[in-house]
């Protein structure tokens, strides 16, 4: 007879799915797949055109992203204290298109407040960008009035479509898990396609038109479905299902036991893909591409883990027991997978070079392996949304307003672990001790809160014992690991992927023991590591024969700056032409501090005011290794070291300069392409005196020649005088040589 009904409801179930399949849920599951894409198109956009103005530097980026967050927050948060008063689906799906509509419609309106802003930001630039604490206050303040409605409005739609897409009480889990993945799962395709496709053939203005068609496509689709006969009905729980189904064992301090464990799990679970994201930007390199990778691997998981466990959730009829359990996984699978990728640069190195000749396919290669890698700890993180809105649900009547404070509370953890992982706990504790105290907050909350929610619903002291053994061993595994070898982390082998010993090695051997051998011919010794806001910068000394030591500075494992010969010749020269050449000097600016021997070289000259910008905080401290070669130039009271964003502080600063250098890391590297396009050279020239001279060093090397000769024609179409100078006969570095006027270089000189 159990057979028998277990089969019946399992045959009715699968009758009522393909039912709603063919009804208009299903096209709103679509539309809510499609407002994910459309989510994370218009975070990437808007953030690029924000920091276009606020600048790139760690702050302001996260100012961005928190603004982003929290308001998708309060959105959820004010959602549910107002959507449990709908009485119809028609309402709801009405208010849904509104919201979609007003997001569209925004997208339209922010590049024109962008304009206002940019001359009023300027000035609050020019007043506080030496006052750290004030002047990122008023940026928070500033990107808070230009975003917060739209990602309010972004976060109010999840618990609209919850009160809407849930009609049984009993099946909740199963169907917030996949309204949650379905909009997750377009999340990660809109990031994917912007970050590879949709910027490179649209552009930003057409990707963002591409965003808006689609959100007032919804929106406009929306009300017309809201005019649909079977869309006028009451949403109140059907007669079959009483108001209130739950269990005894679903109490009040269950829910808010499951609240708890999903506030710190949002704090988790953003700390820790800060931390694997910073990670991976030293093993597979630190560009937007291998960024973007990261960002959709870990999204799909959680898509994939939600809809999981939200279907297992209502078979089982243990929503308590897989949160616990999950979340324990989670912790221990994070720094499991943390220990295997944080060792792995020679593996990553070999895949590099094996697929170099095709990008594509190493594209796709890198993302498989990047998702297996993950997939583990994301698909447990994402149990915690289905999996607690059961737990703290009791009643259809109020469902919106229990999800929508429930993800509210999540997201506000969310923020407090991206903005603690990198401002608070990579700075004071660096990446491996960071995960390691990660995963015991998360064990140790699921122990204290896991204890009641056993208690509750199991009522059996084995289950309580068996879940402290399980947390217990998984803070001793949390005492040992991640434990990674720094030298081999320093300098990244995913831009020197032609080594031989890596290369002869097979992919096992190559994942589990290949720092051990690459090490073996390592020589040189690590004698700075600074893991901090600005990002990851290391000092390495080689000693050679005759017992000569040089210093090499790297930043996210790519060299910047050297004592050796050939660095050297480049580093004086980009200091020394451009002030042989100006006919009287007095204030000079140097983008990119690195070693500081170009910045030192300008102070032999008799200039009156040297700005040097630096976006990287731990840079300043690498360059006390040089103070022999770069006359003390950090200490200099001339020098005025400014922590911001180089190409931020030429467009809004009101000084002008006589000679102005750029000597910025390899454009391949994120973030730092903005600096060798035509709009910088345009800004550059913008901020030079009268026959002002500009200096702008580039590469051959790690470039092919299509991209050397745009970076020269593009210079010349600002600078149509310039001149293009090698550094030396043999050397690889070229300098290209700009200036204000008519003037060109004085031959007598």
């Known amino acids: 007879m159990a057979k028998y009904k277990t089969k019946k409801n399992t ?8 039912d709603r399949l063919k009804t208009p849920y299903f096209l709103v599951l679509c539309f809510f797949f499609i407002s994910g894409m459309t989510g994370l198109i218009y975070e990437i956009l808007w953030t690029r055109m924000i920091v276009k103005i606020i600048g790139n530097a760690p702050f302001a980026i996260s100012i961005v992203l928190t603004v982003f967050m929290g308001g998708l927050g309060l959105g959820s948060y004010l959602a549910s204290r107002y959507i449990d ?3 119809t689906s028609r309402e709801l799906v009405k208010t849904y298109g509104i919201l979609e509509l007003t997001i569209g419609a925004y997208g339209l309106v922010l590049p024109v407040l962008l304009i206002v802003f940019k001359p009023l930001y300027a000035l609050l630039y020019n007043f506080l960008f030496a006052h750290f604490l004030v002047y990122n206050l008023f940026t928070f303040l500033g ?5 917060l409605l739209p990602v309010t409005c972004m976060g109010a739609t ?11 009480i009993s099946r909740i889990g199963t169907s917030l898990g996949r309204l949650y993945s379905i909009n997750t799962i377009g999340g990660a395709l809109g990031s994917l396609f912007c970050g590879f496709w949709i910027i490179n053939f649209w552009g930003i203005w057409g990707s963002l038109a591409f965003a808006i068609l689609l959100n007032t496509g919804i929106g406009l689709s929306s009300f017309y479905l809201g005019t649909r006969k079977e869309y006028r009905e009451s949403i109140n729980p059907q007669k079959d299902e009483p108001s209130i189904t739950k269990k005894p064992e679903y109490t009040r301090i269950v829910g808010v036991a499951a609240l ?18 910073k990670l991976l930007g030293l093993i597979v390199g630190p560009t937007t591409y291998s960024f973007t990778i990261v960002l959709v691997t870990f999204i799909t998981g959680l898509a994939v883990g939600s809809m999981f466990f939200g279907w297992l959730a209502d078979r089982t009829g243990k929503p308590g027991f897989l949160l616990v ?3 324990i996984a989670a912790a221990v699978s994070a720094l499991f997978i943390s220990q295997l990728l944080g060792n792995s640069q020679a593996f990553f190195s070999k895949l590099i070079f094996t697929f170099k000749d095709n990008f594509s396919l190493l594209m796709m290669v890198k993302s498989s392996l990047l998702f297996s890698f993950m997939f583990l700890p994301t698909f447990f993180l994402g149990a915690t949304f289905p999996l607690v809105g059961k737990l703290y649900t009791s009643t259809l009547n109020v469902i919106g307003k229990s999800i929508g404070f429930a993800y509210s509370i999540n997201t506000l953890g969310a923020v407090l672990g991206s903005f603690s992982a990198g401002f608070i706990l990579i700075p004071l504790l660096g990446k491996e001790n960071s995960l390691s105290l990660l995963s015991v907050i998360q064990l140790a909350t699921v122990l204290i809160t896991g204890s009641f929610i056993t208690v509750r619903t199991w009522g059996k002291v084995k289950a309580l014992i068996s879940l402290s053994i399980a947390v ?9 690991y991640p434990h990674w070898d720094r030298t081999a982390l320093s300098t990244g082998k995913y831009q020197r992927f032609d080594i031989p010993v890596i290369n002869g090695m097979g992919w096992l051997e190559a994942l589990v023991k290949g720092n051990e051998k690459v090490e073996v011919s390592t020589r040189g010794e690590l004698v700075y590591f600074g893991d901090g806001v600005g990002g990851f910068t290391t000092v390495i000394k080689y000693t050679d024969v005759a017992g000569k030591k040089d210093y090499c500075l790297f930043n996210s494992g790519k060299p910047d700056a050297s004592t050796q010969k050939g660095d050297m010749v480049t580093q004086i020269m980009l200091a020394h032409f451009p002030l042989i050449f100006h006919p009287n000097p007095e204030k000079v600016l140097v983008l990119g501090l690195a070693s500081g021997i170009t910045a030192g070289e300008t102070l032999l000259y008799p200039i009156e005011k040297l700005d040097v910008l630096d976006i990287n905080q731990q840079v300043i401290a690498a360059s006390n290794f040089f ?3 770069n006359n003390k130039v950090v200490s200099n009271p001339k020098a005025h070291i400014i922590v911001q964003d180089g190409r931020a502080h030429i467009e809004l600063t009101k000084n002008k300069y006589d000679v102005i250098i750029s000597e910025p890391s390899n454009p391949w590297m994120a973030g730092l392409a903005n600096l060798f396009t035509r709009e910088f050279f345009e800004l550059v020239k913008n901020r030079l005196n009268d026959k002002g001279i500009f200096v702008q060093w580039v590469h051959s090397y790690q470039m092919d020649w299509n991209t050397f000769t745009l970076i020269g024609r593009t210079f010349q179409k600002v600078f149509p005088n310039g001149n293009l100078a090698r550094t030396s006969d043999t050397g690889v570095d070229f300098l290209l040589i700009g200036f204000k006027g008519d003037n060109g270089l004085d031959m007598d000189t």
């Open 11 to 18: 045959t009715k179930l699968k009758m009522e799915t393909q």
């Open 85 to 87: 008063r709908l009485k």
């Open 260 to 277: 708890v464990i999903f506030a710190v799990s949002g704090f988790c679970s953003m700390a820790y893909e800060v931390i694997w994201t």
């Open 158 to 168: 999840l618990p609209v479509l919850s009160r809407f897409y849930v009609t049984k």
């Open 143 to 147: 990107c808070a009035l230009l975003l």
């Open 325 to 327: 359990y999950t979340q």
């Open 627 to 629: 103070r022999p070669w």
């Open 472 to 480: 217990l061993i998984g803070i001793i595994f949390s005492s040992y």
